[in-house]
């Protein structure tokens, strides 16, 4: 015989009641603050997440065209520094390989930009001093 479990179901109810009004109570608190919450995400999309190991200083992007001292002009300084990161993520995450410029170099094409970043010394693991063992 099949019985169904009535208690598990009340439960389950009960559960997406209180989920409903949590989700509601957030959705009037985003409402109340709308000009704010605006002001964050799109600050929040124009600075691109940096790579591991990068430290951003400074996001002040000139205003275009911008002239890079390899004879380039960037027509797009916010699309050229979030590639230029992508590189330099790159170039970190494996230094032998190649990614047309160095990493002094790319650091220099993010300040011409208006981009200032530090690169952080990595994390090296050195190894746990090894215990002596009593030997009776």
Not at 34 to 55: D, H, K, N, Q, Y
Not at 105 to 126: C, K, N, P
Request: glycine content about 4%.
């Amino acid at each position: 015989m099949l019985r169904f479990d009535w208690t598990a179901r009340r439960c389950g109810f009960a559960f997406r009641t209180r989920r409903r009004e949590d989700l509601a109570e957030q959705v009037a608190f985003l409402r109340a603050h709308r000009g704010e919450v605006t002001v964050f995400l799109r600050s929040r999309t124009a600075i691109p997440p940096m790579p591991p190991r990068v430290r951003l200083v400074v996001w002040n992007l000139k205003e275009p065209p911008v002239g890079i001292e390899t004879a380039t002009v960037v027509v797009n300084p916010a699309l050229f520094a979030r590639t230029t990161l992508v590189q330099l993520g790159a170039a970190l995450a494996n230094p032998t390989r190649w990614v047309g410029w160095s990493i002094p170099q790319l650091i220099d094409r993010l300040a011409q930009v208006g981009v200032t970043v530090v690169v952080e010394a990595s994390q090296r693991y050195e190894r746990e001093p090894q215990r002596a063992t009593k030997s009776e």
